[in-house]
């Protein structure tokens, strides 16, 4: 069984930059067939999709915060991480990181496997 678990800091002032950490347990981050992806939800919104780090390495981010956002990955940790710059109030969301089987699930918020979530907040 897969587990993830999103850790970060909960509160951001304006312009600045969020930098997320997901922990995997029970899989590798490194196994071809699992996309691992990062996705939010604002208060009273739907999912969206950030992007995701395929097994292999590549990187897809969702074009609406393409300019804003970088992925990685700590294969020696099992970790992947999610940075956001120049954040503002409507960044304030849930972050979600989860595991699909292949990037068209994973782009279209169907997954395998999700964390439990950590909130993130924007205020001065």
């Known amino acids: 069984q897969v587990q993830l678990q999103e850790s970060g800091p909960g509160l951001v002032k304006p312009s600045q930059t969020v930098s997320l950490t997901c922990t995997v347990s029970g899989g590798s981050i490194t196994t071809n067939s699992v996309y691992w992806s990062w996705i939010r939800q604002p208060p009273g919104k739907g999912l969206e999709w950030i992007g995701t780090i395929t097994g292999g390495g590549g990187i897809y981010y969702s074009p609406s915060l393409k300019s804003r956002t970088s992925i990685s990955r700590d294969t020696s940790k099992n970790q992947f991480t999610l940075q956001l710059s120049s954040v503002n109030s409507e960044d304030t969301a849930v972050y979600y990181c989860?595991?699909?089987?292949?990037?068209?699930?994973?782009?279209?918020?169907?997954?395998?496997?999700r964390g439990q979530g950590t909130q993130v907040t924007v205020s001065s």
């Open positions: 989860a595991s699909a089987g292949n990037y068209y699930n994973a782009r279209n918020l169907r997954y395998d496997y």
